[in-house]
Nanobody, 124 residues
Framework: QVQLVESGGGLVQAGGSLRLSCAASGLTFIRYAMGWFRQAPGKEREFVAAITRSGSRTYYADSVKGRFTISRDTAKNTVYLLLNSLKSEDTAIYYC?????????????????WGQGTQVTVSS
C-alpha cells in the first residue's frame, strides 16, 4: 500500500520559513517523480513544485520561484519543500504527490498517488 505522509506545516509570520517533508512508502521511490501542490480555501488545487526521479531537474510555479526549493533524499524516501519569504497568499493545504511517467510534471491529473496534506498558515 502506497503512503505519502506530509509533515512540517504550521503557523508562521510573513517573511518566515518552513520546511515541509513527505515520507513515501510502499513504492520504489527512485522510479517516481515527486511534486508539491497546494489548495487555498475556495480555490482549486495548484502546482507548486516538482522534482524528477533523479533529482537532476526541478520545476516551480512562477508564484514561488526564487522562494521555494524542492529536494529529495533517496536514502530516506523523502521529498522536501523549503518555503522561504512566506507571504499571506501562500496560506493553503500543501499536498505531496508521486508520478511514474517522466513528463508533464505540472499537471495535477498526471500524478498517481497523493498524501493527505499539511496546513501552512502565514499571518501578516
Amino acid at each position: 500500500q502506497v503512503q505519502l505522509v506530509e509533515s512540517g506545516g504550521g503557523l508562521v509570520q510573513a517573511g518566515g520559513s518552513l520546511r515541509l517533508s513527505c515520507a513515501a512508502s510502499g513504492l520504489t521511490f527512485i522510479r517516481y517523480a515527486m511534486g508539491w501542490f497546494r489548495q487555498a480555501p475556495g480555490k482549486e488545487r495548484e502546482f507548486v513544485a516538482a522534482i524528477t526521479r533523479s533529482g537532476s531537474r526541478t520545476y516551480y510555479a512562477d508564484s514561488v520561484k526564487g522562494r521555494f526549493t524542492i529536494s529529495r533524499d533517496t536514502a530516506k524516501n523523502t521529498v522536501y519543500l523549503l518555503l522561504n519569504s512566506l507571504k499571506s497568499e501562500d496560506t493553503a493545504i500543501y499536498y505531496c504527490a508521486a508520478k511514474l511517467a517522466p513528463y508533464d510534471y505540472t499537471r495535477l491529473l498526471n500524478y498517481d498517488y497523493w498524501g493527505q496534506g499539511t496546513q501552512v498558515t502565514v499571518s501578516s
